[in-house]
């Protein structure tokens, strides 16, 4: 039965950045897994018969090499909703399919940058650096948040995720601007109380905080800058969840220092780790979390279990669910 199943590309089971054995296991129900390594070491053997590549956390890498060793290639998909790390017409120009797992991530997601921008507005982390010191004999009153009741979040980047965060927001009473490339409808708006800007700095100006939920693209590279973060309050927080080329984070880091903003939360960075040097990690109105907003177990197997549908898809000659077609 096990040689009937189609063969399946993956990094490894285990590991730092593997399929742990519970989604591995979602994957054999179907597949025929063959880790990375293994074709490394036998590629003529076990390329021409492997018909689906996954990645997971960025690996293995999809890069021309590796399709070089797999001439019966019908699907590359990767785990997550951005594609930025993937040259998508080169994929298809070799007869590869390309997925993704949109939807997957979203709750996961939108649960992570509502806990940044409270993390970060409420201070929690210094106050448990605080209350687990040493040295502390007495609970000092003097470490003081923002109000995050009440307050204008503005969401760049109003699409499934945005929208999701947009809809824990209203627990908190805030009053949500939003900037997208297209207008919600108006139902959307209402159902969260959103206003819609047309124009990102009237946006900026309002906002207390700036949360960023848009995809890497051309256009969006460097979207936050030394003039966008001029625009912004400095008492507000700029909380990033997309990709950390969305922030030219020299010019962060010069806003942060000179208090043109209050603070930073960022759950993203450029590069993944920053240099250990690097002048954020240093920073106390910093939060930087290692990229983890969809580390969550439920999430990781609808991701697992999205990626085995468009397998078997694939693999079928069936239309694929979550295709990503070049544009």
Request: aromatic fraction near 4%; proline fraction near 6%.
């Amino acid at each position: 039965m096990e040689e009937e199943k189609p063969w399946v590309l993956i990094s490894e089971v285990g590991g730092e950045a593997g399929l742990n054995e519970e989604l591995a296991d979602i994957v054999k129900q179907h597949f025929r897994i063959v880790p990375y390594k293994e074709l490394l070491e036998n590629p003529q053997h076990l390329g021409p018969k492997i018909q689906v590549a996954f990645q997971w956390k960025f690996l293995p890498e999809f890069n021309p090499g590796l399709f070089k060793m797999l001439p019966s290639l019908k699907l590359a998909v990767s785990g997550g909703v951005g594609i930025d790390h993937l040259d998508v017409p080169f994929i298809n120009s070799l007869g590869v399919k390309v997925a993704n797992t949109p939807g997957a991530v979203s709750d996961a997601t939108a649960d992570f940058a509502m806990g940044l921008l409270l993390t970060s507005a409420r201070k929690i982390l210094e106050g448990h650096q605080i209350a687990i010191d040493p040295k502390t004999v007495r609970i000092q009153q003097s470490l003081m948040g923002s109000e995050v009741t009440g307050s204008t979040l503005g969401i760049i980047g109003m699409g499934d995720i945005g929208y999701r965060i947009a809809q824990r927001s209203c627990g908190f009473q805030m009053r949500i601007l939003y900037h997208n490339r297209r207008k919600r409808s108006a139902e959307d708006e209402e159902a969260v109380k959103a206003s819609y800007c047309e124009g990102l700095d009237d946006l900026l100006r309002r906002s207390d905080f700036v949360m960023l939920a848009v995809k890497l693209t051309s256009d969006t590279i460097g979207l936050i800058g030394q003039r966008e973060l001029s625009l912004m309050k400095p008492t507000a927080t700029l909380i990033n969840i997309s990709r950390g080329q969305v922030v030219d984070q020299d010019a962060l880091v010069k806003a942060l220092q000179s208090g043109t903003i209050h603070a930073a939360a960022l759950d993203v960075t450029h590069p993944e780790p920053l240099p250990r040097d690097h002048p954020l990690l240093r920073m106390p109105n910093v939060l930087i979390t290692p990229h983890i907003g969809v580390n969550t177990y439920n999430t990781t197997c609808k991701m697992v279990e999205k990626m085995v549908e468009n397998a078997l898809a694939a693999t079928r000659g069936l239309p694929i669910p979550n295709e990503v077609r070049s544009k």
